[in-house]
């Protein structure tokens, strides 16, 4: 196409958008360096312990959705875990530190976990049978998933005053367990220690240098058991809310090569039943507010613990189960895509949402096993977005929030597009800071007032001009309705729903790669750029 007919292309495409009502933002990519790197299987989600009684604010939202309850046998269950084809699964949460495992060793009858007014969170120890274990890695190898487990890390402690912990942990029950899995070569990839025992703990703590020798002591049993095997599983700790003093402690006692991931929890929304949910997951300046954590959680790695990671171990957004209303929305997955994209930035990486199923943050729905909303998100992200992340730019309202990988498995870039303004269409143009500079382009100044505005209004990706035979791929996410609270997500205008027990393919629409990017009110857009010029996307 010549030049005439692309400027007056241009020029119907910047008169059309002088009458709509929209706000204009530039984002620009840096393709030259990495500025963080996650693992392939960044995405994660939980299975936790909570039996039916677990209760929240007049409503027990955990159902049979337990590691020792759930049916693995669901079918909708194990497609939507095989969509992602290497779904990370990380069992564990709060009763984690309260679990036998039954082997043959084991003294007592193995039982769920019942109330109990002197207990951990109001329950008794509970037990994983060798039976219902043999079951959760069934599952797992026929759908493909990674498996993390949480270890108690409470055995052989005592209570010396309320919340807090002391003495050496007894490996027993854990060498009996470990060592059953590796008879079975169960490809456990990774066992983490303990749950929320950090720093001032949930429930209960455990000070950061008692907690270190612990994490001798598992490296050493670690090391030892799978002396003989292939599998060679990572070492995580300690799965709690993260306290500068304490980390840094923990991993300078536990020294070099213990920790393989440094993993922490994230419920930064409040608790579910804060009148002030819905609007802290819209106010970029909120949701900037978390990024504190991740940076110095990084620093802390990077000065104590280099050989280390960062994880997020368990991250639900709204505490107590979740919201019943907005968890299982369309609305959380600004928070939950979000999340994603800030811990990324900060090479965080995995990210474990809380949960896969289970309370009201689950991906799928407790009782039906349908995927709520954020299912799809996190299948998205998974299927597009990269392991390389790219810093950008941006310029224009803060409403407009952006983030940008390599494409996952082929050239380009993928950039993500979350508008969390409820009245305002952003147009977006998206350039390389190799050619951010449009004027070389036309020959036209820089302070002509119509290539200002194309500036404004004309995607850019490569040193020159398309020719308008390529196309870019987009992802376009609203809620059904535009209720924002909906639990049913549609892409390019399409519900998404399972289909006689099937997941939906997730097909983008075809858009030529130079028009405009529309964000509309409340929606979000994966883009998909083919031929982005990014040296660190082919390194």
Not at 124 to 141: A, I, T, V
Not at 283 to 291: I, M
Not at 338 to 355: E, P
Not at 416 to 430: A, R, Y
Request: with cysteine; charged share 20%.
């Amino acid at each position: 196409m010549g030049k005439t007919l692309l400027l007056s292309l241009l020029f119907c495409i910047f008169t059309g958008i002088l009458s709509q009502d929209n706000s204009d933002v530039a984002v620009i990519i840096s393709g030259s360096s990495l500025l963080g790197e996650t693992n392939e299987d960044f995405v994660c989600a939980t299975i936790d312990w909570w039996p039916p009684e677990k209760c929240n604010y007049n409503q027990c939202p955990w159902g049979q959705a337990s590691v020792l309850n759930l049916d693995l046998k669901n079918p909708t269950l194990a497609k939507a875990i095989a969509a992602f084809a290497s779904l990370r699964i990380r069992v564990g949460g709060s009763l984690q530190d309260q679990v036998e495992y039954e082997t043959s060793n084991s003294e007592h009858q193995c039982t769920g976990f019942q109330k109990s007014s002197s207990g951990l969170f109001g329950f008794s120890h509970g037990c994983l049978s060798m039976k219902r274990w043999d079951e959760l890695n069934d599952l797992f190898l026929k759908t493909g998933a990674v498996m993390t487990f949480g270890l108690n890390a409470l055995k052989g402690r005592h209570l010396v005053r309320k919340g807090k912990w002391s003495g050496a942990w007894n490996q027993t029950n854990a060498r009996d367990f470990i060592k059953y899995t590796i008879t079975k070569n169960y490809p456990v990839d990774s066992w983490e220690f303990g749950n929320e025992l950090s720093g001032s703990g949930v429930g209960a703590s455990v000070g950061a240098e008692q907690y270190g020798k612990d994490v001798i002591t598992l490296r050493t049993l670690l090391n030892e058991l799978y002396k003989n095997s292939k599998i060679k599983p990572l070492l995580v700790a300690p799965g709690g809310f993260y306290e500068q003093k304490w980390y840094a402690q923990l991993l300078q006692v536990s020294g070099v090569s213990a920790i393989d991931a440094v993993t922490h929890h994230v419920y930064n929304l409040g608790g579910g039943d804060d009148p002030h949910l819905a609007s802290r997951i819209l106010d970029p300046y909120y949701l900037n507010r978390f990024s504190d954590t991740f940076r110095d959680l990084a620093l802390t790695i990077q000065r104590h613990g280099p050989w280390s990671n960062a994880w997020v171990g368990e991250g639900g957004g709204a505490y107590n189960s979740g919201s019943r209303l907005i968890s299982n929305s369309f609305l959380n997955s600004f928070w939950y895509l979000d999340q994603l994209g800030l811990s990324a930035k900060y090479n965080t990486k995995v990210y474990c949402r809380q949960s896969l199923i289970g309370g009201n943050y689950g991906l799928l729905d407790t009782e039906t096993f349908i995927p709520n909303p954020d299912y799809y998100s996190a299948l998205l992200w998974h299927q597009l977005m990269g392991k390389g992340v790219l810093s950008l730019d941006i310029s224009g309202s803060p409403y407009l929030r952006a983030y940008a990988h390599c494409t996952k498995n082929k050239e380009g870039v993928t950039v993500l597009l979350l508008n969390l303004n409820q009245s305002t269409t952003f147009t977006v143009t998206v350039q390389n800071d190799i050619n951010a500079d449009m004027a070389d382009g036309f020959g036209i100044e820089r302070d002509n007032f119509f290539l200002h505005s194309l500036k404004r209004t004309v995607l850019w990706v490569g040193s020159k001009a398309s020719d308008g035979s390529e196309m870019r791929e987009e992802y376009r996410l609203t809620a059904k309705d535009n209720k924002k609270l909906s639990r049913t997500m549609l892409l390019n205008g399409d519900p998404l729903e399972m289909n006689e027990g099937e997941v939906p393919p997730l097909n983008p629409v075809l858009v030529p790669v130079n028009s405009p990017i529309y964000v509309s009110p409340l929606s979000i857009a994966f883009v998909v750029f083919p031929n982005f010029e990014a040296k660190a996307c082919n390194s």
